[in-house]
């Protein structure tokens, strides 16, 4: 074993040639890319770009264009001789299926260090000029994997079958440590492996909470055992943490709904949501609203989806006045800048988008129907007087082309064109789509 670990780590005592500028990206797949450092016991590194632009922007450039200290020849040449090093784009198809449940990455760029076998080593995120940032996370990784009790330790011992309470306490604080998912089975058996008493302790029922147990889920039931301590605890904890630990429960619980297609479990996380939000009932129906237009469209719920979300957006969004909705668009821009400046996080969605998203997915769920496609294009005109860009004219010619009003589509089409064009963004999609248009072909 300890011979194993020496030639793994072997690769670890120079740095080497600093010939190399350029990071080798692997062109394979999540998966192959995982495949491949098993067979050549070599470490991955994962690293989540900021999503696919006109630009076609990498992530080893920062957002005004210039290089950071990824590009360093010291950090190009250390993670080309030590890693796997594999680029996915925020948001994209195989960054939602690689990490965003399991490893929770919400911000871009972030950084995932993994050991061969597939075992989350460490993170960071943001991005930075100095090549030291970038040496500092290698050398982090390099005592991570020293660590006799990291992550693959405890999994291991998992797999083995160690369901001591000691050891599972353990193996479920170092995943909050490194930021990854528990999944609601092993909360659960943590949970069940506790003598009933230790749920009169608010320190262990406090620790289960801050995991975010599935609403009916045992280790959920366990923590009500002791109403009485249980609401004691919530009135003495802070208003953030509180607010954390409903936020977590309700997207556990709806994430366990999806994964389940139960709507009966969704409704309860989407009840969690509204009563969160008394004594504003209008912001708690708008809340349960959302959480389940979320379940309708994730589990392709069409019929369900479309009726609610006809309802969800002509009461929440097309119901405010037009100078409300510019105003509460400048208000999430100037957020944009704030956390753009700061480089930690995914942008928050503006009204504009969030109605253009809406109008789309009304178009992609195949609709024909004039009482779903006619609200989506309302949706659609209302972003265009906020904000006129090129994709937001691209969604509204789609759904006038399913509509049959083929002139306004074909007009819609080409002053996206128009726009791209004096944006300096590519045309190329935009002009295929123009044609598909015209030849009534979509």
Known sequence: MKYAVLCFWVFWSALGSLRAQVIKFEKDSVRQVFAQARRQHKPVLLIFSPPLTATGRPASTSAAGRPTGLQAPAVVAALNKKFLVKEVAFGSAEALGAALRR???VSYPSYLYFTPEGDLLYRSRGESTAETRYL???????????????LGYYRRGFDQGNRSPDF??????KRRALGQWVEPALLDTYAQQLPAR????AAEVLFILEFGPVLTSRASQLTHLNGPLLDSLYKVLPLAQRIQINTLIINNTLAQ???TNNARLAALGADLARTSWLPNYQRGAQSYASNMLTFYRTTQDTANYLRQAVVYYDRYYLSISADSARSREATTLARQLTVAQQATQNLPVTYS?????AAWSVYQSGT??????QPAVLWSRRTLELNPVAAHYDTLAHLLYRLQRYDEALAAQRQAIALARTQQTP????????????NRSL
């Open 427 to 438: 045309t190329a999609s935009y002009e295929q789509e123009l044609t598909k248009l015209q």
């Open 103 to 105: 490893y929770q990455v």
């Open 257 to 259: 709904a999806i994964d």
């Open 136 to 150: 500092d996370d290698m050398q982090a990784v390099r005592q991570a994997a020293a660590d006799p009790h990291n």
């Open 353 to 357: 988008m969030a109605l253009n998203n």
């Open 368 to 373: 024909r129907r004039a009482a779903y496609l």
């Open 198 to 201: 230790q749920f009169d302790r």
């Open 168 to 173: 599972l306490q353990g193996y479920l604080r």
